[in-house]
């Protein structure tokens, strides 16, 4: 606890995610929320309902919020393909940018992203998945050498699709398709761009830092729709082959029934195996002394830890850099994963490293 009342402000409601990040704002005993923009007021009313806000806290224009609030931080949740171009708005306010995932859609604007921001303050790119006690625990096996060294990262993640739920993960009615940004593929829609970052990222985290040799991918082409739907990615490391699933229309959610497959991690080591699922209590791990394997739990995270908000100003606070995958640094590998996968499964063919790297 300090002095110190942050000021943050959402901006750009196209994510449902604003919603929690929002909750996480109001219930932290040193933060609050001093505004909310967004261009369609109608997509602000629940926000303004559970947050209990005044009009006087209600934008539909950047600047004006930004000038009107003076926030100390700037929660974004635009569509993927807005990114850049939001964060080069807030940013010359001098604020610390918080942005919700993915990165980009482009490694491209991943960079002007991470340009924009003034040298005092930081760039947050927030991915859910972050904050499961099980990959947290993950980490911290691969860190003790519990498994040795890392050699393979296999992941498979979803939902049955971003229309079936919203903030707080109530369910709704999906409404049509193409009435939806994440269907459009101008505005970086599909499951590949939507969930592929997550296990490209947390795979560099795993992975301490480690990027591919080359990629390849293939994605769905569902009739009638822009985008994709389901995507796979294998990417050939020094170390070996690991692979990364997308999926919208997986049987059931993760967060109330684990679909078959699982969603989550399973990591290959040099001494060992941890399979990683999402929202589960332990990891199961292998190892030579205990081939037939053995759950260990994931501890609940304590504050400031258990989500990204509290952890972010915990770290600011602490005149401590953001680390781990919420860094530009470890997410920019994630993207660039991102971007030959799809280079990969327009052109299909395999994608070299190297030619995805901004010139």
Known sequence: MSDKTWKIAGINFDHFHMGDLLRQVYNHPDAEIVGICDEQ???????????????????????????????DMVILCPATADHAKYVEMVAPYGVHVFVEKPFAATLAEADRMVAAMPADKQLIINWPL??????????????????????????????RGPLRHGADKIEKDPGPKSESWFYHKSKGGGSLLDYLGYGTTLAAWFLDGAEPLEVTATVDEPEGLEVDEHSITVARYATGLSKFETRWGTFSDPWIH?????????????????SSYDYEDHVRVQTEACPEGEDVTAPKLDFPLQNPVSYVIDKIEK?????????????????????????????????????????
Not at 132 to 149: A, D, N, V
Not at 258 to 274: A, S
Not at 319 to 339: F, S, T
């Open 41 to 71: 007021p109608g997509r602000m009313k629940e926000a303004v309902e559970n947050f209990g806000l005044s009009d006087s806290q209600v934008f539909t224009d950047v600047d004006a919020c930004m000038k009107a609030c003076e926030p």
């Open 130 to 159: 972050r904050w499961c006690e099980s990959h947290i625990k993950t980490y911290e096996l691969i860190h003790e050498g519990r498994i040795g060294k890392v050699l393979q990262v296999h992941y498979y993640d979803g939902n």
């Open 258 to 274: 684990q679909p078959q497959p699982k969603c989550g991690f399973v990591i290959l080591g040099e001494e060992g195996t941890i």
């Open 319 to 359: 005149g401590e850099a953001i680390d781990g995958p919420l860094c530009p640094e470890i997410a920019r590998i994630g993207q660039k994963l991102v971007d030959a996968a799809v280079l990969s499964s327009q052109e299909k063919r395999t994608v070299k490293w190297d030619e995805v790297e901004v010139k």
